[in-house]
């Protein structure tokens, strides 16, 4: 039977079970949406730009392990999908993002809203093809979703050009795809693995770090059985974090540049380093040539490419985590280290993470929302608020954490969360920002509210770009440059002192809120917090808008600064004139 391509395009949704399609129309995929006008089976969802789109893509796929689908139209349409695209291919999430794009006789003649976004995005995801032949969209849309989701998870762009979407050809859909040259190995070498174990089992200060790999192939009670069985400490790096609960007596924290003090000493004295599904990027590293500098390294990761390239390991076992930890299960023993994981706690006991102040801190306000919300999903922004959210977060199986770990992408988190809510429409889901992030993507409050999303925005609100006036304050002697959000054009040139007079905080968040439908709430004392999420739990028809004013120069600590050991924390903050 011949059908059109955009014909073919719905059947082949239907057939990969997408019942959620994050879609912007435009001239160039006009019969895409006309093919799928009045589908029953697909959720087609109109967010109110293609970057907040794709990140709720990103956001839906993360919280349901689904893969997410996007479609846009060509130009620009496709160019504002690419932060998107690095920061859910940096993450190793599954999304297939769908083109529009001008007629193939027209490609390469700077005709109307053309763009190469095959050239464009080609490094910054998994696999990027135009379909310049009718008959090879049914197989190249089979191929996109089979390479997005297995293997290590990435990004797929599908550019499909008008003429391919008008043309009548197949409508025949393969069940099975063969890719020549693209077989991911996903079983365990058992050579190597039983290297590893003895390894462990004569370790004196053995350590578990566990990274995003364990949380993506959703291994977390696989991984907290291996805890418990070899009695090990673990870390997690940001992206880890939850894998095993954070009120288990062997989970010590997060480690890198904000890692707690016990997570990194842990690290820096350990014999042995067990990592599990990293990159070991330079957030967690610190210093390399330091890094876990009297340890034997043992990494388990299914991209071959991330063993060795930044720190080189002694047994290499590329597998995908779940199944290198199901194996380890199997064989591994207890391990007698009573006195390595006293020391541990010690240096725990020793320096907590603690908030700076009493009051209305992150701390307090992250505090509360672990009492309030049980089954829920949180999705983060990035700066403070991301690095406040990973270090005082209560993660468990329940209690699930979002955020981009890869490209730090501001403006991610509140879109990310309308996706989670309609990926999981029977859980809280909770965002954590800060004021600079939130307005990078805040047109989507009318996406929340058009579709009903009783999402709850927290919005800790100092008034600056927190992050990077942190380190200006630390490591640029407080030369606060355009990083006050205050600040206006009548302000005097250098200012590096936020307790003066300020002007007023533009925007009003709780008007700004209102006015698109919104609740907004005003947090300014700390025995309003919980009361305030309650309020916003017990809204369930729109989101809530709870805008905590915080102290301006909150920092996050501890800090190892850059280019340091992690050893090598500050642990408090210096007072200004010491």
Same mark, same amino acid.
């Given at each position: ?49 293609? &970057? ?118 197949? $409508? ?39 990274? $995003? ?118 064989? +591994? ?34 505090? +509360? ?29 329940? @209690? ?69 006036? &942190?380190? &200006?304050?630390?490591?640029?002697? @407080? ?42 709430? @005003? ?6 917090? +919980?009361?305030?999420?309650?309020? +916003? ?42």
């Amino acid at each position: 039977m011949q059908i059109s391509g955009a014909e073919l395009f719905v059947n082949a949704l239907k057939a990969e079970q997408v019942d959620t399609l994050f879609a912007y129309p435009g001239g160039q995929a006009i019969d895409l949406f006309d093919a799928l006008y009045q589908e029953p089976d697909i959720d087609v969802i109109l967010p109110r730009h293609e &970057q907040g789109l794709i990140h709720a893509a990103d956001g839906y796929a993360r919280s349901t392990g689904k893969t997410g689908v996007c479609l846009v139209t060509s130009g620009p349409g496709a160019t504002n999908l690419v932060t998107g695209i690095a920061t859910a291919n940096y993450d190793s999430v599954p999304l297939v993002c769908f083109t529009g794009q001008v007629p193939t006789s027209l490609i390469g003649n700077d005709a109307f809203q053309e763009v190469d976004i095959v050239g464009i995005t080609r490094s910054i995801c998994k696999y990027a093809v135009t379909v310049r032949d009718r008959e090879d969209l049914n197989s190249t849309i089979k191929k996109a979703f089979y390479i997005a989701r297995s293997g290590k998870p990435g990004v797929v762009v599908v550019d499909i050009p008008k003429d391919i979407q008008r043309a009548d050809g197949s $409508g025949l859909y393969p069940d099975t795809i063969d890719i020549r040259g693209y077989k991911p190995s996903t079983s365990v070498h058992i050579g190597q693995l039983k290297k590893a174990l003895g390894l462990l089992k004569h370790a004196k200060r053995p350590v578990f770090l566990v990274g $995003g790999g364990v949380n993506i192939t959703h291994a977390g009670k696989e991984m907290t059985k291996l805890a418990e069985l070899t009695g090990c400490p673990v870390v997690t790096t940001i992206m880890g974090k939850g894998a095993v609960p954070t009120s288990h007596p062997l989970y010590i924290g997060n480690i890198g540049i904000h890692g707690s003090f016990a997570a990194n000493s842990a690290i820096s004295h350990c014999d042995l380093l067990f990592s599990i599904g990293t990159r070991f990027n330079d957030r967690i590293t610190g210093k390399i040539e330091e890094f876990a500098k009297g340890a034997s390294i043992v990494h388990i990761d299914i991209d071959s490419a991330s063993i060795s390239r930044n720190i080189a390991v002694d047994v290499p076992i590329v597998a995908d985590a779940k199944q290198a930890i199901l194996a380890l299960t199997e064989r +591994a023993v207890p391990l007698k280290i009573d006195a390595w994981r006293d020391e541990i706690k010690a240096w725990d006991q020793q320096f907590p993470l603690s908030s700076e102040a009493d009051g209305l801190t992150p701390a307090a306000i992250i505090g +509360a929302i672990n009492e309030t919300f049980d089954h829920s999903v949180i999705a983060t922004d990035v700066g403070q608020n991301q690095l406040w959210a990973t270090q005082y977060l209560s993660l468990d199986e329940h @209690r699930q954490l979002m955020t981009s770990g890869g490209l730090g992408t501001m403006g991610y988190g509140f879109p990310a969360a309308l996706g989670a809510k309609l990926g999981n429409p029977d859980k809280d889901v909770i965002v954590i920002s800060g004021d600079g992030g939130m307005q990078m993507n805040i047109q989507e409050m009318a996406t929340a509210v058009v579709y009903e999303l009783p999402v709850i925005i927290c919005i800790l609100n100092n008034g600056y770009l927190g992050n990077v006036r &942190q380190w &200006q304050e630390m490591f640029f002697d @407080r030369r606060y440059s355009s990083t006050c959000m205050r600040r206006r054009r009548s302000c005097v040139a250098a200012c590096t002192d936020p307790r003066r007079e300020c002007p007023e905080y533009t925007p009003d968040f709780v008007k700004l809120a209102e006015s698109y439908g919104a609740k907004g709430i @005003r947090v300014t004392k700390a025995e309003d917090i +919980a009361s305030a999420l309650m309020e +916003a739990k017990n809204t369930r028809t729109v989101p809530t808008v709870i805008e905590f004013i915080i102290e301006r120069e909150a920092n996050v600590l501890p800090m190892v600064p850059p280019g340091n050991p992690l050893s090598d924390m500050i642990l408090e903050k210096e007072e200004q004139g010491e």
